[in-house]
């Protein structure tokens, strides 16, 4: 059974599209500057106008919440196991819905589970895929405690107090991570997301398979994108999955004074990788 994702349109164009799959605990919002820089950057440089969707995950922002049906099993700690699986299928059926059979996938964070998925499941669909600020391996652990425990916090309190943490910063942070502006824009935008809709994504991440076997089997153009100040995905990380890409030759960039979330703290740098990627795809 697939779920119903919704989608955002930024631009209408031609050919391959690009579809951007955001990350956690936001909503497809966390895109908007970047989408925007995508299009200036493609102007300035006479690039055929393609299509930029950024489809949003159940449970986010005002998405519909899958039910018990659509989520499938349930794991004795509480995970989904196989809610990615059906969640990425969702993508699939959306896209063709749109009336094409190919696409760029761009996943950050969460979203780049999606974009592996894509590829483990469909890689007829997948034309080009972006990774950024992402891993392939599943949650294990503390790790996987980690999000149960977010999402039966957020359920039993019905807030979304668990995750406010990504709104804040320490001294370690990225300068942007720490402006105001950027506190400002975060604290938004997890206050209008649903309680039980982060602890849904966050049953959803645990539950998700290991997809690093998914990595040598990407065989069209690639990009690697990570922050330099990321805690959880820095480039000595992210270098790995380059490394495991031996099917492709992925580029890479490392982006300076940038935490987890680059394509909202350095956009128009994000947009310029993608850019380049959508340039490799197109030759």
């Not at 998405?63 to 969702?90: C, H, K, N, W």
């Not at 890689?123 to 972006?130: D, L, N, T």
């Not at 539950?207 to 330099?228: E, H, K, M, N, Y």
Request: glycine letters at 8%; one cysteine or more; aromatic letters at 6%.
């Amino acid at each position: 059974m697939t779920m119903k994702i919704e989608n955002t349109t930024y631009r209408d164009g031609f050919g391959i599209p690009l579809v951007l799959i955001h990350a956690f605990p936001i909503d497809h919002r966390m895109w908007d500057e970047c989408a925007q820089a995508i299009c200036d950057l493609s102007a300035l440089n006479d690039v055929p106008p393609f299509s930029i969707y950024a489809p949003q995950m159940p449970g986010a922002g005002t998405s519909e919440i899958p039910t018990a049906v659509e989520s499938g099993s349930v794991d004795p700690d509480g995970a989904y196991p196989q809610a990615l699986e059906r969640m990425t299928q969702g993508y699939a059926e959306l896209l063709k819905s749109l009336g094409h059979t190919r696409a760029i996938w761009v996943g950050l964070s969460m979203g780049g589970y999606v974009a592996l998925m894509m590829q483990k499941l469909h890689p007829e669909m997948v034309a080009g895929i972006a990774l950024c600020d992402t891993k392939a391996q599943g949650d294990a652990g503390h790790s996987r405690e980690n999000r149960l425990n977010i999402a039966r916090q957020c359920e039993k309190g019905n807030s979304v107090d668990p995750v406010m943490g990504f709104a804040k910063a320490t001294d370690k942070d990225s300068s942007v991570k720490q402006s105001a502006a950027f506190i400002r824009k975060f604290t938004g935008w997890l206050n209008e997301q649903s309680p039980e809709g982060v602890a849904w994504r966050e049953r959803m991440a645990a539950g998700r398979p290991d997809l690093s076997d998914v990595l040598p089997q990407i065989t069209v153009p690639a990009a690697i994108v990570s922050g330099d100040k990321d805690p959880s995905s820095p480039p000595a990380v992210m270098k790995e999955l380059q490394q495991a890409m031996t099917s492709t030759d992925a580029s890479f960039t490392a982006i300076e004074d940038c935490g987890h979330f680059s394509a909202v703290e350095h956009p128009e740098q994000v947009a310029r990788a993608l850019l380049d990627l959508v340039g490799r795809v197109h030759d």
